[in-house]
Nanobody, 128 residues
Framework: QLQLVESGGGLVQPGGSLRLSCTAT????????IAWFRQAPGKEREGVSG????????VYADSVKGRFTISRDNAKNTVYLQMNSLKLEDTGIYYC?????????????????????WGQGTQVTVSS
């Protein structure tokens, strides 16, 4: 399994922004699709966003469309999640996950069972 590391979480007021990063070393980063999932207190983990191996296609949960942007820099082995206009309900632990799935699988839906390598997570707290 790959070792993924998330960073960038923190405490932010509603309406604020954060940028999460997910990075890893030691493997062919550009052969893996990357996704972000989150888990709010007392709730199941849910898919937030995903990006294909080359970065040419992205998917978003309806709850974050227009506010979050996923991108990747394969030269830096890093995927970013820019989160703007944050809401209270965006609070949770954010995980990045990787797997060499194809674009069609990503477009079917952000299913955590499709991803077999996970980071430890980074806490995002939106609070006034």
């Amino acid at each position: 399994q790959l070792q993924l590391v998330e960073s960038g979480g923190g405490l932010v007021q509603p309406g604020g922004s954060l940028r999460l990063s997910c990075t890893a070393t030691g493997f062919a980063w550009n052969t893996y699709a990357i996704a972000w999932f989150r888990q709010a207190p007392g709730k199941e983990r849910e898919g937030v966003s995903g990006i294909t191996k080359t970065g040419t296609a992205t998917v978003y949960a309806d709850s974050v469309k227009g506010r979050f942007t996923i991108s990747r820099d394969n030269a830096k082995n890093t995927v970013y999640l820019q989160m703007n206009s944050l809401k209270l309900e965006d609070t949770g632990i954010y995980y990045c996950a990787a797997d060499p799935i194809d674009e069609w699988q990503l477009r079917v839906g952000l299913n955590e069972d499709d991803f077999h390598s996970w980071g430890q997570g980074t806490q995002v707290t939106v609070s006034s």
